[in-house]
Nanobody, 130 residues
Framework: QVQLVESGGGLVQAGGSLRLSCVSSERTFSGYGMGRYAMGWFRQAPGKEREFVSSINWSSSSVAYLDSVKGRFTISRDNAKNTVYLQMNSLKPEDTAVYYC??????????????????WGQGTQVTVSS
């Protein structure tokens, strides 16, 4: 059973930055052993559906972003630390949401749909004040 734990959320003013981290309890990041996992970040604001924010494949050779965060957010992973990151710069009030980390065992370069992921973290709140 893969367990994911997010951290790094908080309250920040518009224009500020946060870095989210997601640590896996298992070796989901190696190309061997547990296999090859793609990782994703999603977010859900009150009253809205969960939406894709970014994904990264197991080798970091393929990344994808929601259009509204391109140029502001950067996804990365450190396989040695079993961790995936989401660096968020130039934050806007509309970025306010609970952010979730997700994992799925696949070699598909881009995984952007929630139902394509098998494992989820508990979420971390990001609040951007105007």
């Amino acid at each position: 059973q893969v367990q994911l734990v997010e951290s790094g959320g908080g309250l920040v003013q518009a224009g500020g930055s946060l870095r989210l981290s997601c640590v896996s309890s298992e070796r989901t990041f190696s190309g061997y052993g547990m296999g090859r996992y793609a990782m994703g970040w999603f977010r859900q604001a009150p009253g809205k559906e969960r939406e894709f924010v970014s994904s990264i494949n197991w080798s970091s050779s393929s990344v994808a972003y929601l259009d509204s965060v391109k140029g502001r957010f950067t996804i990365s992973r450190d396989n040695a630390k079993n961790t995936v990151y989401l660096q968020m710069n130039s934050l806007k009030p509309e970025d306010t949401a609970v952010y979730y980390c997700a994992a799925t065992r696949t070699t598909t370069p881009v995984v952007s749909k929630p139902n394509e992921y098998n494992y989820w973290g508990q979420g971390t709140q990001v609040t951007v004040s105007s």
